[in-house]
């Protein structure tokens, strides 16, 4: 070590220079000072931010270290595969009961709620909108699955050791979602399935699915027969509890988990009402086409323009439910129904404001909140029938569709006791009737009466 002291000297006191009490100590030694890294210098007096941890960096084990640079593989641990037949609904509210782990990015969260479906679900969101590309509608799904910090996900281990080439195994599940920007064709919530880390499609051959609604969803897993692969749950979402309060989140459920051996489904429209209804189909698909009933259309209108606030119709026919609905949002709705021919009854309720609430279906035009019944669907003869033509002896006032009873006039005699001319099919007399007048009505008797029109087998005749 060389250490050299410079001065300038002058004519004056300015010019002077004095050095004092000089010491050099030891030299500080650079390095990591954290006794936990796995690079710890004891030596180290100054802290160069060089440390780094050696620890278990698989994301699959329950031990994953998630700051860890150096990998221990040998520390790792894993839960315990799940055995088939396998279930999960949630209602435990823990995900340890299914030997699930879980993850989430720096946008997005994981968590069991009573959401969406059913009791509990698996509930996947979103967070803040930084790193999203694409709109409400027309985020792709490329676009949604590269937004890592926006990706969260649930997986766990399953044992098929057992199973060979031949089973069938498959994983059933139900699926829904919520964009709150486009609630009926949002595109700010994704969900897929994973296996052993690859993308999945279900029987339908669909890699993922975004639109809300509850969907019944398969997948076949007899790829992994003989193996124990890790099922991975994963969605992306854009905005969740922690943006605006929640008040615009999107977020993914996913509930009543199945993997079992078993038979594939048949995905077909399952309606009998349907022309391409399918007998064999276990799932519908929603490909129903070509009604072979009457088609009705149960229209929603909400005068404040943000959807009927709980109210809802139920439409009945013989004390049974058919269809049900609501106006979600906005100022219109129209539900298009498939229904067999008959006579139909529809509740509608008042919800928080029933004032705003009204609705359009078949005869009823501007209904209010109330019970309505004996509505025509298909041409159907509903409520009283009767005699509806005025012109008809037997006209029915209160009658809501001709029965064909109607009774009209058919002049004639109608006295059958002291009648001539009485006449059977006469249904109104006309005044023509002739009173019988007996005596005999035979011209060659000396007792004949020729004011007589019935003889009463009094006449004489001369031998």
């Known amino acids: 070590m060389f250490i050299e002291f410079v001065g300038t000297s002058g004519t ?23 006794s936990t890294a796995y690079n710890y210098n004891p030596a180290a007096t100054l ?44 209602e435990s509210n823990s995900f340890a009961t299914g030997q699930w782990l879980y993850s989430s990015g720096a946008e997005a969260a994981v968590s069991i709620s009573s959401g969406n479906m059913t009791g509990l679900s698996v509930e996947f969101q979103g967070g803040q909108s930084l790193g999203w590309l694409g709109g409400s509608s027309n985020t792709t799904s490329a676009q949604a699955w590269s937004a890592t910090d926006h990706i969260s996900q649930a997986f766990m281990c399953v044992d098929l050791s057992s199973y060979t080439a031949t089973d069938y195994v498959s994983m059933t599940l139900d699926y829904n979602s919520l964009s709150f920007y486009a609630a009926t064709v949002g595109a700010y919530s994704w969900f897929r399935v994973l296996v052993d880390g690859n993308v999945t499609a279900d029987l339908n051959g669909n890699l993922d699915h975004y639109l809300p609604g509850v969907l019944s969803l398969e997948y076949d897993l ?7 692969p890790t099922i991975t749950l994963q969605a992306s979402c854009k905005y969740g509890d922690s943006y605006a309060g929640g ?54 209108i909400d005068s404040y323009g943000d959807g009927w606030n709980g109210a809802t119709y139920t439409l009945s026919t013989g004390g049974a439910a058919v269809a049900s609905g609501t106006l979600a949002s906005g100022s219109y709705g ?9 006579c139909y009854d529809i509740t509608v309720t008042g ?52 029965d064909g009873s109607c009774v009209y006039c058919v002049y004639g005699c109608t006295d059958s006791v002291g009648s001539v001319n009485y006449n ?34 009094t006449c004489c005749f001369i031998a």
């Open 424 to 457: 059977p099919l006469a249904t109104c007399d006309d005044g023509s009737c002739i009173a019988i007048i007996y005596g005999c009505t035979d011209t060659t008797a000396f007792n004949y009466y020729p004011g007589a029109n019935t003889d009463d087998g």
């Open 247 to 300: 008040s615009y989140s999107d977020k993914v459920w996913v509930d009543n988990i199945n993997i079992s051996q078993s038979t594939p489904a048949v995905f077909g429209c399952m309606d009998p009402m349907f022309a391409n209804y399918n007998s064999a189909a276990t799932i519908d698909d929603g490909s129903c086409a070509g009604c072979l009933g009457g088609t009705a259309v149960v229209e929603m």
């Open 334 to 342: 129209a539900d298009t129904l498939c229904l067999a021919v008959g």
């Open 47 to 90: 802290d160069d931010n060089s440390c780094v941890w050696q620890g278990c960096t698989d994301p699959l084990a329950i031990n994953y270290c998630s700051v860890c640079t150096v990998n221990d593989s040998a520390s790792c641990t894993y839960p315990s595969c799940n055995t088939v037949p396998f279930t999960e609904d949630w």
């Open 12 to 34: 004056s006191f300015t010019g002077d220079m004095a050095i004092d009490q000089v010491s050099v100590g030891s030299c500080q030694v650079a390095g990591c000072t954290d």
């Open 222 to 228: 007899s790829a992994y027969n003989g193996a124990s």
């Open 351 to 402: 919800g928080s404001y029933p004032s705003e609430v009204s609705f359009n279906f078949g005869s009823v035009v501007g209904g209010t909140p109330g019970t309505y019944t004996d509505i025509s669907v298909g041409g159907a003869q509903c409520g009283l029938g009767g005699c509806t033509d005025t012109a008809a002896l037997n006209y029915n006032p209160a009658a809501n569709w001709d």
